[in-house]
């Protein structure tokens, strides 16, 4: 064994110290009426409405409102001051984002986030990332997409930034 081997090897030693590990967990969530939870998830201090789903892996923080009959699929994040109205599907995978950095990096305090409010019958895509915005009813948001700005007229958005692709009716 030649001497780079041996610093590989000594590198791969496991380190003694013990790391502080906190559980994920299901932790005072106010829950309605049939609802469904696929553990594991991190759920804590937020609000889930009746008949809602939440598949694995999904994080839903403090203060987060999700609707009634709404989906939120494996491994979405949805942070502390978003609220999801009623009959919304949240794809795999979706962020959103209550940070945007306005200080040029992460906020030194609270007061600088910012909230988020996605309306009723809204579709988020796979992937998606929502940054502090307001999407109204009926928007479709495509996979991938980035919302950087406020949706005001229901229709099928996609891309980064997420722009128009077509209208769709308000009510469906
Ligand atoms: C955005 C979406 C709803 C658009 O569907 P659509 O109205 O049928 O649109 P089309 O497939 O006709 O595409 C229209 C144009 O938008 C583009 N486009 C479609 N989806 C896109 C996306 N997610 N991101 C970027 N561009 C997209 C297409 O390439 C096409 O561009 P072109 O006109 O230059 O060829 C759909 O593509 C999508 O992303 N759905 C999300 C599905 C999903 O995440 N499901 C999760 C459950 S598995």
Request: aromatic residues 6%; glycine residues 10%; hydrophobic residues 40%.
């Amino acid at each position: 064994m030649n001497e780079h081997d041996l610093r590989l090897r000594s590198s791969r030693q496991p380190r003694l110290e013990r790391p502080e590990v906190l559980d994920v967990g299901v932790v005072d969530v106010e829950f309605g009426k049939d609802v469904t939870v696929v553990q594991p998830v991190n759920l804590y201090r937020c609000a889930i409405g009746d008949g809602s789903f939440v598949g694995p892996f999904v994080e839903i923080q403090n203060g987060a409102n999700i609707g009634r009959r709404c989906r939120v699929q494996s491994h979405s994040f949805i942070c502390e001051l978003v609220t999801i109205g009623d009959d919304c599907f949240i794809s795999h995978g979706v962020m959103f984002i209550n940070d945007p950095f306005i200080t040029g990096g992460p906020a030194p305090e609270r007061a600088l986030w910012r909230k988020t409010k996605v309306g009723n019958h809204v579709s988020i895509g796979t992937n998606a990332t929502i940054l502090p915005v307001t999407i109204c009813d009926g928007a479709v948001i495509g996979a991938g997409a980035v919302v950087t700005r406020d949706i005001s007229v229901s229709g099928v958005y996609a891309g980064n930034p997420a722009r128009l692709l077509r209208r769709l009716p308000a009510t469906r």
